[in-house]
Structures are given as structure tokens and as C-alpha cells.
């Protein structure tokens, strides 16, 4: 790992002022991506802006609209969570299919969304639930964050402080893991809002997308049926040693089937 | 550049200055000389490494010393009683066979009992579950369970 200046602000003025000071600081969350990425010179940032101690940035809290969850809320909270458990089950679930429990209990809600890595779980649930990002810059629908592969709308410096997860009628995700990885060979989050169906899908592509076609099929009918015969097109899916891009299209059908069956138990 | 970084391990406070990108397994291993916890893959895939830190399992290769600055971090060491009584979960580990060439067996363990703590009264289904994040290359993985589901009985029955 190359050597860096270590900083520890304790509030977010000071991490976003230490952050916007050099082109090539990096914030550190959990370190589980981050860390990993410096020891293996991938990346090399001059400065480190450690977000652990920063106040206010970790809770999670529900208003019976929406549930609520700081950048910097552990993995294992979300998924232990007996308010997120309440309202809305599938975010939890999924929490709990991230990595190992040792990933889980340092990873942070924020850092996978920043990361935004073609087959990371949160972008699923932030897609598939229309969720609110909010920064210190403002604030970011899920539907205009995820640019492409490992982009994100956010702006050097821009530190991701919450997310606002509307609570759906009902909701459910399944993931095909890397057996190996345990990230999402292809993961999909089906959410029923009340007003209308959102499909988001990750793994299958450079970031999360949505798929316009089986949220009409299930908005008419929210069952698995409505999707079991929809034959999604392989163009433009990713293609690597795990899965070909017709394997993956053909999953994003079984798996979507299988998170209907998941949201209507 | 060289920072100041504090913690307690093993219930006793240590401080030292270090550079800034001492990873956590580096400071235990090689600053303060406890080399019970291993790095097998240092990509934080195997495990070996796992200690807890404030009572959570956590990988002690993947992150910086600095993130545990002020936090209680037990490593495979502070876990036997002071008079060499072996943790329930040491106990267990030994009595069913859960190791042979014992690499991985502290990352095994620490994960263990903090995952024991957690759910007292687990299926074999989910500690195998819990596993997600340790290997072994020697034991095929049986024994170590059968080792987990009766070091959290006793670790239950010891409260
Ligand atoms: C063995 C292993 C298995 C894993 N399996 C999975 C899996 O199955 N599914 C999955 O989704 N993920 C998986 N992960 C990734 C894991 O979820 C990471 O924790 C996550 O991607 C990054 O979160 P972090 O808090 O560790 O962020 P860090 O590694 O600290 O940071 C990651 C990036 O985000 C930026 N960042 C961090 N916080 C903020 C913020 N608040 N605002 C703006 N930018 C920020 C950092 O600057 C950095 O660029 C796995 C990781 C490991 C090591
Ligand atoms: S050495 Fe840390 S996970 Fe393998
Ligand atoms: S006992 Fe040898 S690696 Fe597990």
C-alpha cells in the first residue's frame, strides 16, 4: 500500500472540507473495498478522510412513509434491524446476503453505493425501491445515481450522509451468488409501491438497471406467472469466467420469478 | 506519515506510533507480537485474520489500525483464562477434532464464538452459514461445525 496522510474529522464539514482539499483523497467507510483496493495499488489516494468517527452519520429510523438509514450503518445493523425487519423485510434480507458476517458487520450502506460495483446488492434495493441519496451537495434519485461501472452521480468530495427507502406494499430480492465471492452473479429486487411495480437488477450489467418490460407484466399482475415467460435479451450483458450473457438473461427471469414468489409470501 | 494509534487488546491498553497504512493484523502480529491471529490470503477471503473488535467478528487485514483506534479488540490469545483454561469454544474445537494442520483455526474460532454469542442455540445449517467468510484447507469443514454447534452449547450452558 502506497502511504497516504491520514485525517479523522469528528462532524461532516470538517470530512467534506478535508475531503474537497486534494484531487486524490478518498473517504474511508468500512475499508472493505477500499482497503483492499490501496493494498493491491489499485488505488493510491494521497489522503485518507476516515468517516469513523464522524457523528450522526450511522442510525437507522422509520416514520411509517420511509425508512431512513445513515451512509455509515453497518451491514449487520440494516439486516439485524427490527424496524428495518418491519418495514421493509427484503432490505434486511439482503443485507444479510452481502459478503460474510465479518464483511458485514465493518461494510457500510454508503461505501457500496459510493463503490457502486457492477454486482453489489444495496444499488438493487436504492434502484428497486426509488430510494432518496442524500449528500452533503444536495440530494439524488436513485433512478439518476448510477452512471456505469463503478460511477456514480456523486461529485469529488461529495460525501453520501443517508438514504430514504419508501416503504413498498411489498417487496422481495433473490440473488444467484459467486459461490467464491458470495457478490450477485445476477440479484433482483421486485418492489410493488402501491402505485406501480419497480424491477431493478444487478450483476447483469456495468451498473444496477431496471427493466421497464416485467414492471408492466406485473404492475397488470403482481405474480410470478407475469414474469416466468419473459425472455429478457442478453445485449450488453456482462460476459465474464462466472456467467455468459445469455446465462445471465436467462437468470434475470428465474430470479425475478422467485422474488415475486418471495414479496407475496 | 507516522500517527499515534491506541486500543486495548486483550483488556490491556496499547499504544504506538505507526504509519498510517499499518493495517490492523500488521499492528497485532508485528507491533505488539501476537501471532496467534494468521494472514492466509490477505485479500480478506480466508478468515485467518478474523478478531473482534467491541465484540464483533471483523477481519483484521482489510482494515486500518486506525479504524480501531479507542475500540476493544480480543485476538485468539485473550481467550483462554489467564491460568490456561481453554474458552468452551477452544475446548470444543479440541475435543471434536475441529482442526488439523490449525491454521485457520483461530480465525475459526474468534468467528466462532462471536457468532455463538449472537445465536446460542444454532442449527447446523446456519453455522455452516456462518462460515461464509473462513476457509480451511484441511478438515473438510465437518468437524469444525460439529465443533461450533457444541462449543455454543457449552458457551450457553457456561452463563
Ligand atoms: C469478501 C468480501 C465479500 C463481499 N461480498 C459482497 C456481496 O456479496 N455483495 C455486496 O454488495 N458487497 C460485497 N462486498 C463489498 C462490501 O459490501 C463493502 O463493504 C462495500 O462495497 C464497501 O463499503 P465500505 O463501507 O467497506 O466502503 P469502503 O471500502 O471504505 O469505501 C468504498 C468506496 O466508497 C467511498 N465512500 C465510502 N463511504 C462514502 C460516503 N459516505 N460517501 C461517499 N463516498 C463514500 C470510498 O471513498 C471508496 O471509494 C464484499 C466485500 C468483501 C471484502
Ligand atoms: S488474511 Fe484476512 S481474510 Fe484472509
Ligand atoms: S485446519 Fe488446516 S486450514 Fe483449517
Known amino acids: ?265 | 506519515m507516522a500517527v499515534k494509534v491506541s486500543m486495548k487488546v486483550n483488556g490491556k491498553p496499547v499504544s504506538a506510533d505507526v504509519e498510517a497504512r499499518t493495517l490492523l493484523v500488521t499492528f497485532i502480529r508485528e507491533h505488539l507480537r501476537l501471532t496467534g491471529t494468521h494472514v492466509g490470503c490477505d485479500t480478506a477471503q480466508c478468515g485467518a485474520c478474523t478478531v473482534h473488535m467491541n465484540g464483533k467478528a471483523v477481519k483484521s487485514c482489510s482494515m486500518l489500525a486506525m479504524q480501531a483506534e479507542g475500540a476493544d479488540i480480543l485476538t485468539i490469545e485473550g481467550l483462554a483464562k489467564a491460568d490456561g483454561t481453554l474458552h468452551p469454544m477452544q475446548a470444543a474445537f479440541k475435543e471434536h477434532h475441529g482442526l488439523q494442520c490449525g491454521f485457520c483455526t483461530p480465525g475459526m474460532v474468534m468467528n466462532a464464538v462471536d457468532f455463538a454469542a449472537r445465536h446460542p442455540n444454532a442449527s447446523e445449517q446456519e453455522v455452516r452459514e456462518a462460515l461464509d467468510g473462513n476457509l480451511c484447507r484441511c478438515t473438510g469443514y465437518h468437524n469444525i461445525v460439529k465443533s461450533i454447534v457444541a462449543g455454543s452449547k457449552a458457551m450457553a450452558g457456561a452463563k
Open chain 1, 1 to 265: 500500500m502506497h502511504a497516504f496522510n491520514y485525517h479523522r474529522p469528528s462532524n461532516v464539514n470538517d470530512a467534506a472540507a478535508l475531503a474537497a482539499k486534494s484531487a486524490d483523497s478518498k473517504l474511508l467507510a468500512g475499508g472493505q473495498s477500499l482497503v483492499q483496493a490501496m493494498k493491491l495499488r489499485l488505488a493510491a489516494p494521497t489522503d485518507i478522510v476516515d468517516l469513523g468517527m464522524v457523528k450522526d452519520l450511522a442510525g437507522i429510523k422509520s416514520d411509517g412513509k420511509t425508512v431512513t438509514i445513515g451512509a455509515m450503518t453497518r451491514h449487520a445493523e440494516v439486516t439485524g434491524s427490527a424496524e428495518v425487519k418491519k418495514a421493509i423485510p427484503a432490505l434486511a434480507v439482503l443485507a444479510g446476503m452481502i459478503g460474510d458476517r465479518q464483511v458485514r458487520n465493518m461494510g457500510t450502506l454508503g461505501g457500496s453505493l459510493a463503490n457502486s460495483d457492477p454486482a453489489a446488492d444495496y444499488p438493487a434495493a436504492v434502484l428497486g425501491l426509488g430510494a432518496t441519496i442524500t449528500t452533503t451537495k444536495g440530494t439524488h434519485a436513485a433512478d439518476k445515481f448510477f452512471k456505469g461501472l463503478y460511477e456514480t452521480a456523486l461529485r469529488p468530495g461529495e460525501i453520501i450522509t443517508s438514504v430514504s427507502f419508501p416503504i413498498p406494499k411489498r417487496a422481495g430480492y433473490m440473488k444467484f451468488k459467486n459461490q467464491a465471492s458470495r457478490f450477485a452473479i445476477v440479484g433482483v429486487f421486485v418492489a410493488d409501491m402501491g402505485n406501480g411495480v419497480r424491477v431493478a437488477v444487478t450483476g447483469a450489467g456495468p451498473c444496477v438497471l431496471r427493466l421497464a418490460e416485467m414492471e408492466k407484466a406485473l404492475g397488470a399482475k403482481f405474480a410470478p406467472e407475469s414474469v416466468a415467460g419473459l425472455k429478457v435479451k442478453s445485449d450488453g450483458l456482462n460476459s465474464d469466467l462466472h456467467a455468459s450473457a445469455e446465462y445471465r438473461a436467462h437468470l434475470i427471469t428465474v430470479m425475478a420469478k422467485r422474488a415475486v414468489e418471495a414479496a407475496m409470501k
